[in-house]
């Protein structure tokens, strides 16, 4: 325990030291460098913790980023909010915990087309995140539903907040609020889909296929499971 601790605080250490430098010069290879002197950490720890360099520590920023999403969301009495503003919040926190350059310089980063498919992949873990705050455990067609707009809602959302200059990023909350009325549209749409037999006889081959590749998703996810 004690050396999972250790290496956990190292890696805070680089990470915390990173954020000094890569407004300056981005998620690369001279920021965790500098981030590695800054810290004092040794150089093949630091190698083993982050082995892509910067990559890895944008990652580690964004998931830093989820995780304080979750621990302030849960903090705050949510008694009386409906489902869509506890979404709205949720995503609204997200932002607020964290850094506009910052996540400038991971959205330049991870808009390269070596990376964009790991970009998509932590914009979903974000929707994933928010809908575990929301206390979620849908396992059918919803769950990948439920994800993918709100990933689409998310992904829109940042790259408004990023050109954002009103005071508050008010205009950003607005946008926000407007792409999450035009999602309730829909799921009441689907709603009303799944009520209809013809509806319910459309969806059922999809949701056969979702939860057979949810199902190979959690053995993947199995201790000792080689997913290669």
Do not use: C
């Amino acid at each position: 325990m004690q050396s999972e601790n250790s290496t956990e605080r190292a890696k805070d250490l680089i990470l915390d030291a990173s954020l000094g430098h890569a407004p300056f010069d981005g998620w690369s290879a001279l920021t965790f460098q500098a981030a590695l002197a800054d810290s004092g950490v040794a150089a093949g720890l630091g190698a083993a913790l982050f082995p892509r360099g910067g990559i890895d520590l944008a990652v580690a920023y964004h998931l830093r980023g989820d995780a304080a999403m979750r621990e302030t969301y849960d903090r705050i009495d949510k008694a009386g909010l409906r489902i869509r503003d506890r979404i709205a919040l949720a995503v609204r926190l997200r932002l607020q915990v964290a850094d506009k350059e910052l996540v400038r310089r991971g959205s330049a980063l991870f808009g390269l087309p070596n990376h964009a498919l790991e970009g998509s992949r932590l914009i979903w873990g974000s929707a994933d995140a928010i809908w575990a705050a929301l206390g979620d455990s849908s396992r059918d067609l919803n769950w990948y539903t439920k994800r993918a707009t709100l990933s689409a809602v998310y992904a829109a959302t940042v790259l408004f907040w990023l050109g954002d200059t009103s005071e508050g990023d008010a205009d950003t909350w607005a946008f926000l609020d407007r792409r999450i009325d035009n999602v309730m549209q829909i799921e009441k749409a689907k709603a009303g889909l799944r009520d209809n037999p013809l509806g319910k006889a459309l969806l059922r081959g999809p949701l056969k296929i979702l939860e057979r590749v949810h199902a190979s998703e959690q053995r993947n996810d199995l201790p000792g499971h080689n997913a290669n």
